[in-house]
T-cell receptor, first 116, second 115 residues
Framework: KQEVTQIPAALSVPEGENLVLNCSFT??????LQWFRQDPGKGLTSLLL?????REQTSGRLNASLDKSSGRSTLYIAASQPGDSATYLC???????????????FGKGTHLIIQP | SAVISQKPSRDICQRGTSLTIQCQVD?????MFWYRQQPGQSLTLIAT?????????ESGFVIDKFPISRPNLTFSTLTVSNMSPEDSSIYLC????????????FGEGSWLTVV
Protein backbone atom coordinates (compact mmCIF):
# COMPACT_ATOMS: atom_id res chain seq x y z
CA LYS A 1 0.00 0.00 0.00
CA GLN A 2 1.31 3.42 -0.98
CA GLU A 3 2.41 5.68 1.86
CA VAL A 4 3.28 9.35 1.48
CA THR A 5 5.39 11.19 4.04
CA GLN A 6 6.00 14.92 4.25
CA ILE A 7 8.83 16.58 6.12
CA PRO A 8 8.83 18.86 8.00
CA ALA A 9 5.37 18.73 9.56
CA ALA A 10 5.60 22.44 10.33
CA LEU A 11 7.89 25.26 9.30
CA SER A 12 8.11 28.91 10.28
CA VAL A 13 10.47 31.24 8.44
CA PRO A 14 10.93 35.00 7.96
CA GLU A 15 9.56 36.61 4.87
CA GLY A 16 11.88 36.59 1.85
CA GLU A 17 13.55 33.26 2.51
CA ASN A 18 13.71 30.46 -0.02
CA LEU A 19 12.46 27.16 1.34
CA VAL A 20 12.07 23.51 0.43
CA LEU A 21 9.29 21.15 1.38
CA ASN A 22 9.92 17.43 1.10
CA CYS A 23 7.69 14.56 0.10
CA SER A 24 8.51 10.87 -0.13
CA PHE A 25 6.46 7.89 -1.28
CA THR A 26 7.03 4.19 -0.80
CA UNK A 27 5.82 2.79 -4.15
CA UNK A 28 7.60 4.35 -7.12
CA UNK A 29 5.03 3.04 -9.63
CA UNK A 30 3.11 6.31 -9.66
CA UNK A 31 1.15 7.89 -12.51
CA UNK A 32 1.72 11.45 -11.34
CA LEU A 33 2.39 13.58 -8.27
CA GLN A 34 0.50 16.71 -7.35
CA TRP A 35 1.20 19.49 -4.86
CA PHE A 36 -1.75 21.28 -3.26
CA ARG A 37 -2.23 24.21 -0.97
CA GLN A 38 -4.93 24.28 1.72
CA ASP A 39 -5.83 27.47 3.52
CA PRO A 40 -7.66 27.33 6.86
CA GLY A 41 -11.35 26.70 6.35
CA LYS A 42 -10.90 26.15 2.62
CA GLY A 43 -10.68 23.32 0.15
CA LEU A 44 -7.57 22.40 -1.82
CA THR A 45 -5.94 24.43 -4.55
CA SER A 46 -3.82 22.56 -7.08
CA LEU A 47 -0.34 24.11 -7.38
CA LEU A 48 1.69 21.84 -9.62
CA LEU A 49 1.34 18.44 -11.24
CA UNK A 50 4.31 16.36 -12.34
CA UNK A 51 3.79 13.40 -14.62
CA UNK A 52 5.79 10.27 -13.80
CA UNK A 53 7.94 10.85 -16.89
CA UNK A 54 8.84 14.41 -15.90
CA ARG A 55 11.57 15.71 -13.62
CA GLU A 56 10.17 19.09 -12.63
CA GLN A 57 7.45 21.68 -13.10
CA THR A 58 7.53 25.41 -12.44
CA SER A 59 4.83 27.97 -11.78
CA GLY A 60 5.89 31.46 -10.77
CA ARG A 61 7.88 31.26 -7.55
CA LEU A 62 7.13 27.55 -7.17
CA ASN A 63 9.24 24.71 -8.51
CA ALA A 64 8.46 21.07 -7.93
CA SER A 65 10.87 18.26 -8.69
CA LEU A 66 10.33 14.54 -8.93
CA ASP A 67 12.79 11.69 -8.54
CA LYS A 68 10.53 8.75 -9.17
CA SER A 69 13.15 6.05 -8.73
CA SER A 70 14.01 7.22 -5.24
CA GLY A 71 10.42 8.04 -4.35
CA ARG A 72 10.98 11.72 -3.63
CA SER A 73 9.61 15.10 -4.57
CA THR A 74 10.45 18.58 -3.38
CA LEU A 75 8.52 21.83 -3.56
CA TYR A 76 10.76 24.87 -3.71
CA ILE A 77 9.26 28.24 -2.82
CA ALA A 78 11.37 31.25 -3.74
CA ALA A 79 11.25 34.61 -1.98
CA SER A 80 8.53 33.54 0.45
CA GLN A 81 5.71 35.95 1.33
CA PRO A 82 3.21 36.03 4.22
CA GLY A 83 0.50 35.09 1.72
CA ASP A 84 2.28 31.77 1.21
CA SER A 85 1.26 30.73 4.72
CA ALA A 86 -0.87 27.61 4.38
CA THR A 87 -0.70 23.83 4.61
CA TYR A 88 1.03 22.23 1.63
CA LEU A 89 -0.03 18.73 0.68
CA CYS A 90 1.73 16.25 -1.56
CA UNK A 91 -0.32 13.51 -3.21
CA UNK A 92 0.33 10.72 -5.69
CA UNK A 93 -1.87 8.91 -8.15
CA UNK A 94 -0.99 5.24 -8.32
CA UNK A 95 -2.56 4.42 -11.62
CA UNK A 96 -4.32 1.31 -12.85
CA UNK A 97 -2.28 -0.30 -15.59
CA UNK A 98 -0.57 3.04 -15.99
CA UNK A 99 -3.84 4.77 -16.68
CA UNK A 100 -4.04 6.88 -13.56
CA UNK A 101 -7.59 5.89 -12.74
CA UNK A 102 -7.03 5.76 -9.00
CA UNK A 103 -7.67 8.54 -6.57
CA UNK A 104 -4.92 10.30 -4.67
CA UNK A 105 -2.88 9.17 -1.69
CA PHE A 106 -2.01 12.17 0.46
CA GLY A 107 0.75 13.01 2.86
CA LYS A 108 -0.15 14.70 6.14
CA GLY A 109 1.10 18.04 4.90
CA THR A 110 3.55 20.72 5.93
CA HIS A 111 2.07 23.63 7.86
CA LEU A 112 3.97 26.68 6.67
CA ILE A 113 4.05 30.06 8.39
CA ILE A 114 5.84 33.00 6.78
CA GLN A 115 6.58 35.69 9.33
CA PRO A 116 6.20 39.29 8.10
CA SER B 1 -9.46 24.12 -14.22
CA ALA B 2 -12.86 22.88 -13.09
CA VAL B 3 -15.45 24.72 -11.04
CA ILE B 4 -16.83 22.43 -8.36
CA SER B 5 -19.75 23.41 -6.13
CA GLN B 6 -20.54 21.54 -2.95
CA LYS B 7 -23.65 21.83 -0.80
CA PRO B 8 -23.97 22.25 2.10
CA SER B 9 -20.75 24.08 2.87
CA ARG B 10 -21.30 23.58 6.60
CA ASP B 11 -23.81 21.83 8.80
CA ILE B 12 -24.35 20.76 12.36
CA CYS B 13 -26.06 17.40 12.52
CA GLN B 14 -27.71 15.39 15.26
CA ARG B 15 -26.33 12.00 16.17
CA GLY B 16 -28.14 9.19 14.39
CA THR B 17 -29.31 11.28 11.44
CA SER B 18 -28.12 11.16 7.83
CA LEU B 19 -26.96 13.98 5.57
CA THR B 20 -26.52 14.09 1.82
CA ILE B 21 -23.79 16.22 0.28
CA GLN B 22 -24.10 17.33 -3.31
CA CYS B 23 -21.28 17.96 -5.77
CA GLN B 24 -21.90 19.77 -9.05
CA VAL B 25 -19.20 20.28 -11.69
CA ASP B 26 -19.31 22.89 -14.43
CA UNK B 27 -18.38 20.41 -17.16
CA UNK B 28 -18.31 16.70 -17.84
CA UNK B 29 -15.53 14.88 -16.04
CA UNK B 30 -14.13 11.40 -16.29
CA UNK B 31 -13.62 10.65 -12.64
CA MET B 32 -15.28 11.89 -9.47
CA PHE B 33 -13.97 11.07 -6.01
CA TRP B 34 -15.06 11.64 -2.43
CA TYR B 35 -12.54 12.28 0.35
CA ARG B 36 -12.76 12.75 4.08
CA GLN B 37 -10.49 14.98 6.15
CA GLN B 38 -10.83 14.39 9.87
CA PRO B 39 -9.74 17.16 12.27
CA GLY B 40 -5.99 17.66 12.13
CA GLN B 41 -5.54 14.89 9.58
CA SER B 42 -4.83 14.68 5.89
CA LEU B 43 -7.28 13.53 3.25
CA THR B 44 -8.42 9.93 2.90
CA LEU B 45 -10.14 8.61 -0.19
CA ILE B 46 -13.61 7.25 0.58
CA ALA B 47 -14.66 6.07 -2.86
CA THR B 48 -14.67 6.66 -6.59
CA UNK B 49 -18.10 7.64 -7.87
CA UNK B 50 -18.85 5.74 -11.06
CA UNK B 51 -21.40 7.09 -13.50
CA UNK B 52 -24.35 4.76 -13.83
CA UNK B 53 -22.99 2.04 -11.54
CA UNK B 54 -22.08 1.39 -7.94
CA UNK B 55 -19.22 3.37 -6.41
CA UNK B 56 -15.85 1.75 -5.74
CA UNK B 57 -15.06 1.97 -2.03
CA GLU B 58 -11.66 2.05 -0.36
CA SER B 59 -10.74 -0.24 2.48
CA GLY B 60 -12.51 0.82 5.66
CA PHE B 61 -15.47 2.47 3.93
CA VAL B 62 -18.75 0.71 3.11
CA ILE B 63 -21.77 1.51 1.01
CA ASP B 64 -24.24 1.23 3.89
CA LYS B 65 -22.44 4.02 5.76
CA PHE B 66 -21.51 6.19 2.76
CA PRO B 67 -23.94 5.60 -0.11
CA ILE B 68 -22.89 7.45 -3.25
CA SER B 69 -24.77 8.29 -6.39
CA ARG B 70 -23.55 9.58 -9.73
CA PRO B 71 -26.47 9.86 -12.15
CA ASN B 72 -24.51 11.75 -14.82
CA LEU B 73 -21.06 13.09 -15.69
CA THR B 74 -21.41 16.37 -13.79
CA PHE B 75 -23.15 15.47 -10.52
CA SER B 76 -22.63 13.21 -7.53
CA THR B 77 -23.93 12.86 -3.99
CA LEU B 78 -22.41 11.39 -0.85
CA THR B 79 -24.63 10.46 2.09
CA VAL B 80 -23.19 10.09 5.57
CA SER B 81 -25.60 7.71 7.30
CA ASN B 82 -26.45 7.24 10.97
CA MET B 83 -23.93 9.85 11.99
CA SER B 84 -21.85 9.78 15.15
CA PRO B 85 -19.40 12.40 16.49
CA GLU B 86 -16.58 10.42 14.84
CA ASP B 87 -18.05 11.42 11.47
CA SER B 88 -17.32 15.08 12.15
CA SER B 89 -15.04 15.91 9.23
CA ILE B 90 -14.63 17.84 6.07
CA TYR B 91 -15.98 15.90 3.11
CA LEU B 92 -14.49 16.90 -0.24
CA CYS B 93 -15.55 16.16 -3.76
CA UNK B 94 -12.83 16.02 -6.39
CA UNK B 95 -12.73 15.46 -10.13
CA UNK B 96 -10.36 14.54 -12.91
CA UNK B 97 -11.33 16.07 -16.20
CA UNK B 98 -11.67 14.17 -19.44
CA UNK B 99 -8.33 14.25 -21.27
CA UNK B 100 -5.77 16.71 -19.95
CA UNK B 101 -2.78 15.81 -17.79
CA UNK B 102 -4.63 14.11 -15.01
CA UNK B 103 -4.85 17.10 -12.70
CA UNK B 104 -7.35 16.56 -9.90
CA UNK B 105 -9.43 19.49 -8.68
CA PHE B 106 -11.25 19.86 -5.39
CA GLY B 107 -14.41 21.53 -4.21
CA GLU B 108 -14.42 23.79 -1.16
CA GLY B 109 -15.56 20.96 1.05
CA SER B 110 -18.52 20.33 3.33
CA TRP B 111 -17.75 20.84 7.00
CA LEU B 112 -19.90 18.54 9.12
CA THR B 113 -20.10 18.63 12.90
CA VAL B 114 -22.08 15.86 14.59
CA VAL B 115 -23.40 16.61 18.06
Amino acid sequence: KQEVTQIPAALSVPEGENLVLNCSFTDSAIYNLQWFRQDPGKGLTSLLLIQSSQREQTSGRLNASLDKSSGRSTLYIAASQPGDSATYLCAVTQGVSGGGADGLTFGKGTHLIIQP
Amino acid sequence: SAVISQKPSRDICQRGTSLTIQCQVDSQVTMMFWYRQQPGQSLTLIATANQGSEATYESGFVIDKFPISRPNLTFSTLTVSNMSPEDSSIYLCSVRRTGGRGTIYFGEGSWLTVV
